[in-house]
Every structure is written in structure tokens, then in C-alpha cells.
């Protein structure tokens, strides 16, 4: 899909509650506010209008940690992919492009998002964590003056010449140099979901040093740090998120 064409795919969203699946959502504009202050936050309560919640399990755990993904997709998709019934691989919140903030479940409870070989064990990590989940296609692959997705070779993104849609590297990461760019409102509304998140669990608005923001870290180092990281840190292959067109910068 061309990132031109990103806005009108996430307004049909939004208009019709229906994913990539077909499955129907009950959408509602809510706010809550952010423990100690006098603000609040704006979000998307989302479910599944059937009432499913086999993809998560109504289980509560301390959560010491929130950790930072990319989708590797379009929001319709982004939300099929984390809905899927029994599959129990999902995250609480997804960030639209245009700054929406859904909510899938109670961010209390717990599902799968780390994945097979995450360091420190998928399940210990997952139930401890809170995760997010940024709507963005990841990198790109180059194909003379465009720029595609890694699920089709026709599948254009952008041209070489939109440098407002992705970031190009000096030097490879993890492979690759072309990344789709963040939008601004996704920014400023993860920065509103990290004030909630932080003061309603008690975790630290903490970063890793920038040194090994993007390195995989050990099991001592991950099950001690608490604050906020993101896939990469778990996993050694298979993963560039939330990968080096994120800029850390802006959520300060």
C-alpha cells in the first residue's frame, strides 16, 4: 500500500469497525485520566462486537516494564493480527497513524507479544510487560527508485524521492537500510499512553542508554531494568523493532 494511501485505509477503519478479517469491532471515544496529574488521556475503546477475548488471558501480574513494537502492517491488518480468536498473541494498545489510541483489553491482564527465544522466556517476559504496538510497515526494500514492502515486490510504499515517508541509514541494521517513518501524532499520542502507563503501574519513565537501545540485552539486564524497551531487546534475529526510524528524542 502506498503511504499516500495510508489515511483513507485507516478511515474506513474507523468508519466500519471492520479488520483485514472481517471481523467487527465496537468502537467508542473514551478518556481516562493520568494518575497525579490533571490531565487525561484520549483513546479508542475497541472490541470485538461478539465479546471474544480468547486472544488474552484475564490474568493479572506486576508489570515492571513496557515494551515498544512496530506492527509490520496497516492498521486494519494490525488489529486482525492481534484479535485472532484462541491465538493469545496480542497487545493491549495499537497506535494508528493518525494518532488514535485503541485499546483491545485491559492492559492488567496479559497476552504473548515477545515471541519464541525471547531472552528471559516468552511467557515470564510477556506477563510482566506491557506492550505496545505502533501501526508501521518496518523497512523496506529498494527496487530501482521505490521503495516496497517485504511482503511483495509490487507492494510500492513510496519513491526514493518521498523522503518525508521513511529514514535511510548510514550504514545497515540488522540487514537493512530503508525504515517507514513514524507519523507525529503517533509521537505525541505514545507520549500521552507512556504518562498513563507509568504512573498507573508504578513504572519508571526510564530509558535504556542509548548505546543499547537497539542492542539484545541479557536476562540480568532485562528482568532488572525498569522502564520502557522495545522488541529488539529481547530478540537476537527476526526482529527490528521498534527499529532505527524511531526517534527516542521524541518521546522525552
Same mark, same amino acid.
Given at each position: 500500500?502506498?503511504? #499516500?494511501?495510508?489515511?483513507?485505509?485507516?478511515? #474506513?477503519?474507523?468508519?466500519?469497525?471492520?479488520?483485514?478479517?472481517?471481523?467487527?469491532?465496537?468502537?467508542?471515544?473514551?478518556?481516562?485520566?493520568?494518575?497525579?496529574?490533571?490531565?487525561?488521556?484520549?483513546?479508542?475503546? %475497541?472490541?470485538?462486537?461478539?465479546?471474544?477475548?480468547?486472544? +488474552? +488471558?484475564?490474568?493479572?501480574?506486576?508489570?515492571?516494564?513496557?515494551?515498544?513494537?512496530?506492527?509490520?502492517?496497516?492498521?486494519?491488518?494490525?488489529?486482525?493480527?492481534?484479535?485472532?480468536?484462541?491465538?493469545?498473541?496480542?497487545?493491549?494498545?495499537?497506535?494508528?497513524?493518525?494518532?488514535?489510541?485503541?485499546?483491545?483489553?485491559?492492559?492488567?491482564?496479559?497476552?504473548?507479544?515477545?515471541?519464541?527465544?525471547?531472552?528471559?522466556?516468552?511467557?515470564?517476559?510477556?506477563?510482566?510487560?506491557?506492550?505496545?504496538?505502533?501501526?508501521?510497515?518496518?523497512?523496506?526494500?529498494?527496487?530501482?527508485?521505490?521503495?516496497?514492502?517485504?511482503?511483495?515486490?509490487?507492494?510500492? +510504499? %513510496?519513491?526514493?524521492?518521498?523522503?518525508?515517508?521513511?529514514?535511510?541509514?548510514?550504514?545497515?541494521?540488522?540487514?537493512?537500510?530503508?525504515?517507514?517513518?513514524?507519523?507525529?501524532?503517533? +509521537?505525541?499520542?505514545? %507520549?500521552?499512553?507512556?504518562?498513563?502507563?507509568?504512573?498507573?503501574?508504578?513504572?519508571?519513565?526510564?530509558?535504556?542508554?542509548?548505546?543499547?537501545?537497539?542492542?539484545?540485552?541479557?536476562?540480568?539486564?532485562? #528482568?532488572?531494568?525498569?522502564?520502557?524497551?522495545?522488541?529488539?531487546?529481547?530478540?537476537?534475529?527476526?526482529?527490528?523493532?521498534?527499529?532505527?526510524?524511531?526517534?527516542?528524542?521524541?518521546?522525552?
Amino acid at each position: 500500500m502506498k503511504a #499516500t494511501s495510508i489515511p483513507k485505509h485507516e478511515r #474506513t477503519f474507523f468508519e466500519t469497525g471492520r479488520d483485514s478479517d472481517g471481523k467487527e469491532f465496537v468502537l467508542k471515544n473514551m478518556s481516562v485520566p493520568i494518575k497525579g496529574t490533571t490531565n487525561t488521556m484520549s483513546y479508542v475503546n %475497541c472490541k470485538p462486537k461478539n465479546n471474544d477475548s480468547s486472544f +488474552y +488471558y484475564q490474568e493479572k501480574n506486576k508489570k515492571t516494564q513496557i515494551v515498544l513494537h512496530y506492527t509490520a502492517g496497516y492498521l486494519k491488518g494490525d488489529v486482525a493480527a492481534l484479535s485472532r480468536p484462541n491465538y493469545h498473541v496480542s497487545t493491549p494498545f495499537i497506535i494508528a497513524r493518525n494518532g488514535s489510541i485503541l485499546n483491545l483489553w485491559s492492559s492488567a491482564y496479559w497476552s504473548y507479544h515477545l515471541g519464541s527465544g525471547a531472552v528471559g522466556g516468552n511467557t515470564k517476559g510477556s506477563k510482566r510487560t506491557i506492550a505496545i504496538e505502533i501501526s508501521n510497515i518496518g523497512f523496506l526494500k529498494r527496487i530501482d527508485d521505490k521503495l516496497v514492502t517485504v511482503y511483495n515486490d509490487n507492494d510500492v +510504499y %513510496c519513491t526514493l524521492n518521498d523522503t518525508q515517508f521513511y529514514t535511510k541509514l548510514d550504514s545497515p541494521y540488522r540487514g537493512e537500510m530503508y525504515y517507514a517513518n513514524f507519523t507525529k501524532k503517533q +509521537y505525541a499520542s505514545l %507520549c500521552i499512553l507512556l504518562d498513563y502507563l507509568t504512573a498507573q503501574y508504578n513504572i519508571p519513565r526510564e530509558f535504556l542508554p542509548e548505546e543499547k537501545r537497539f542492542e539484545t540485552l541479557s536476562k540480568n539486564e532485562l #528482568t532488572n531494568f525498569r522502564g520502557i524497551v522495545s522488541h529488539v531487546n529481547y530478540r537476537t534475529s527476526g526482529k527490528w523493532d521498534i527499529g532505527p526510524a524511531f526517534d527516542w528524542n521524541n518521546i522525552y
